[in-house]
């Protein structure tokens, strides 16, 4: 560790001291409750075990489940040894999860038992991983978790740097294809300052972690709590009803929201009578009635934020009731700047690219050194989005860039490009196009407009199920309709505009 360096192990070892018999962590499933000196003992142990099964600077550790203790400790070993952790999304098919192991190489793979089945058929394509190990203890078929936790003697000191990398989080498919953005452990700790700092987290808030460890937002909402000397309360998925139980039981204080998180745990609350009065800080992007609706029910305070996994979840973000709609301002540590085609910068009120700089900003696409200096150009990381400021430094959201147009189902990120690769390869299917449209549930649904091939019928169903089976269900259109003569443009392709007036409603 560099004298100017400041890592996640670091602040591991600051809390133990600091905090020490205050609870970090709570498991909501097994009733596991931790303090901040007995994460670090175990962190400690676990990472004897990984240097000993072979881990070193550098190695991944894939992590397929659901969220618990282990993977939390997981996170803290490989932090200690300066390993980098390649969580994986379990919501993909079986091929996409293929795809991005076998994209980052893990050295060692820990599963949950509902996905090893998955694993075991998969097990000759995976050339990288010398071992498999349970996630959790009653996982079943691989070597024990616990086997790492019972070896002897301390583990080596491992020189580490903060701008290292440490997490893998492979995104959507831009181009078809997923990138493994790489973070490092300054990433991490810039982005618990910014929400700390900006939410006021203390150490007697309480955080509901019911966002996946794989995600970004799921992951850094509770590094930050771990961070701020707060108590995390686990849960291993969400589940409406228990929420909100845990909610009033355990005085939780602070979530984070995609829609339809906090709506369903708002008719919880209604239909069961659970207080949820503590939930005081809610973060996330929502619709305006279930914010309103929540801040009028609890007296809470809703943060809208803008952000991608690239910039370490967040670059803006403001309280609701300051500019309704807006995804509030740049935060403390980094810039926020608006650009034309020609990266010149637009003026107040005019839309242009979101491009970021700070040391929020990710590494770069793991082994895609063409991607990475394309979104690094000019020094500023551009993200695809478009947005626009207005005269008080508030962000406004405007969607993607044609070339990168993004559809955000509940939290989710799913680019047309690979839902219309899959519709594609139907035999009845002549052309597809494929974009978001407002939806009550999940903020923004996915819609297919199919055109078929001459003498061919099919039914929305039969689409909807077709693509369900072949990539991630999340990602399947909840929305279909078929046309008889789409527009074309004069290469011969379909004219996205004028297919979006035309079919754009729901």
């Known amino acids: 560790m560099g004298l100017f360096d400041f890592t996640f192990y670091d602040l591991i070892q600051r809390n133990a001291q600091c905090f020490h018999n205050r609870p970090a962590w709570y498991d909501a499933d097994s009733q596991r409750l931790i303090t901040f000196a007995e994460y670090k003992e175990k962190v400690d142990q676990l990472a004897k075990g990984l240097q000993q099964a072979g881990i070193k600077k550098g190695d991944r550790i894939g992590v397929f489940g659901k969220n618990s203790l282990e993977y939390f400790l997981l996170y803290g070993a490989s932090a200690a040894l300066g390993a980098i952790v390649l969580p994986i999304n379990w919501r993909l098919s079986a091929k996409e999860v293929v795809y991005n192991l076998n994209d980052a190489k893990p050295f060692l793979l820990f599963v949950d038992a509902e996905f090893q089945e998955l694993i075991e058929n998969s097990k000759e394509t995976l050339q990288s991983v010398k071992a498999y190990f349970n996630l959790t203890p009653a996982a079943g078929g691989f070597l024990e978790f616990e086997s790492l936790m019972e070896r002897g003697g301390d583990?080596?000191?491992?020189?580490?740097?903060?701008?290292?990398?440490?997490?893998?989080?492979?995104?959507?498919?831009?181009?078809?294809?997923?990138?493994?953005?790489?973070?490092?452990?300054?990433?991490?700790?810039?982005?618990?300052?910014?929400?700390?700092?900006?939410?006021?987290?203390?150490?007697?808030?309480?955080?509901?972690?019911?966002?996946?460890?794989?995600?970004?937002?799921?992951?850094?909402?509770?590094?930050?709590?771990?961070?701020?000397?707060?108590?995390?309360?686990?849960?291993?998925?969400?589940?409406?009803?228990?929420?909100?139980?845990?909610?009033?039981?355990?005085?939780?204080?602070?979530?984070?929201?995609?829609?339809?998180?906090?709506?369903?745990?708002?008719?919880?609350?209604?239909?069961?009578?659970?207080?949820?009065?503590?939930?005081?800080?809610?973060?996330?992007?929502?619709?305006?009635?279930?914010?309103?609706?929540?801040?009028?029910?609890?007296?809470?305070?809703?943060?809208?934020?803008?952000?991608?996994?690239?910039?370490?979840?967040?670059?803006?973000?403001?309280?609701?009731?300051?500019?309704?709609?807006?995804?509030?301002?740049?935060?403390?540590?980094?810039?926020?700047?608006?650009?034309?085609?020609?990266?010149?910068?637009?003026?107040?009120?005019?839309?242009?690219?979101?491009?970021?700089?700070?040391?929020?900003?990710?590494?770069?696409?793991?082994?895609?050194?063409?991607?990475?200096?394309?979104?690094?150009?000019?020094?500023?990381?551009?993200?695809?989005?478009?947005?626009?400021?207005?005269?008080?430094?508030?962000?406004?959201?405007?969607?993607?860039?044609?070339?990168?147009?993004?559809?955000?189902?509940?939290?989710?990120?799913?680019?047309?490009?690979?839902?219309?690769?899959?519709?594609?390869?139907?035999?009845?299917?002549?052309?597809?196009?494929?974009?978001?449209?407002?939806?009550?549930?999940?903020?923004?649904g996915i819609k297919a407009v199919c055109q078929l091939k001459a003498g061919e019928s099919l039914e929305a169903e039969a689409v909807i199920r077709f693509v369900g089976e072949r990539i991630a269900s999340f990602k399947k259109p909840q929305y279909v309709e078929f046309a008889s003569d789409l527009p074309l443009l004069p290469d011969g392709s379909p004219d996205r505009v004028q297919i979006k007036k035309r079919y754009g409603a729901r």
């Open 155 to 444: 583990f080596k000191p491992v020189e580490i740097c903060d701008q290292d990398g440490f997490i893998i989080i492979h995104t959507a498919a831009v181009a078809g294809s997923p990138r493994g953005a790489l973070l490092s452990h300054r990433n991490m700790i810039c982005s618990n300052i910014h929400l700390s700092q900006s939410m006021q987290i203390q150490t007697d808030d309480v955080h509901l972690n019911l966002l996946p460890l794989f995600h970004v937002g799921g992951l850094f909402m509770a590094t930050m709590s771990f961070h701020a000397g707060a108590l995390n309360i686990n849960m291993s998925k969400f589940d409406s009803v228990q929420a909100a139980q845990l909610i009033e039981d355990k005085s939780v204080s602070v979530i984070f929201d995609f829609s339809p998180v906090l709506s369903s745990i708002m008719k919880a609350h209604e239909t069961h009578r659970i207080r949820i009065q503590s939930l005081r800080a809610v973060a996330g992007i929502d619709i305006p009635d279930t914010i309103e609706r929540y801040q009028a029910m609890t007296g809470g305070t809703f943060y809208c934020v803008y952000g991608q996994t690239e910039v370490s979840g967040f670059a803006t973000l403001g309280r609701y009731n300051e500019r309704p709609g807006s995804a509030g301002r740049m935060l403390p540590l980094n810039r926020v700047r608006l650009v034309d085609d020609n990266d010149r910068t637009v003026s107040v009120g005019e839309i242009g690219e979101i491009t970021v700089r700070g040391p929020n900003v990710f590494l770069g696409y793991w082994n895609l050194p063409e991607d990475t200096a394309q979104a690094f150009r000019g020094g500023w990381h551009h993200t695809g989005d478009l947005g626009r400021f207005d005269s008080d430094g508030f962000l406004w959201y405007e969607g993607r860039k044609a070339e990168k147009e993004l559809i955000k189902p509940g939290g989710e990120n799913v680019y047309p490009v690979e839902v219309e690769r899959v519709l594609l390869e139907h035999p009845s299917i002549e052309k597809a196009v494929v974009f978001g449209v407002p939806d009550p549930k999940w903020n923004e």
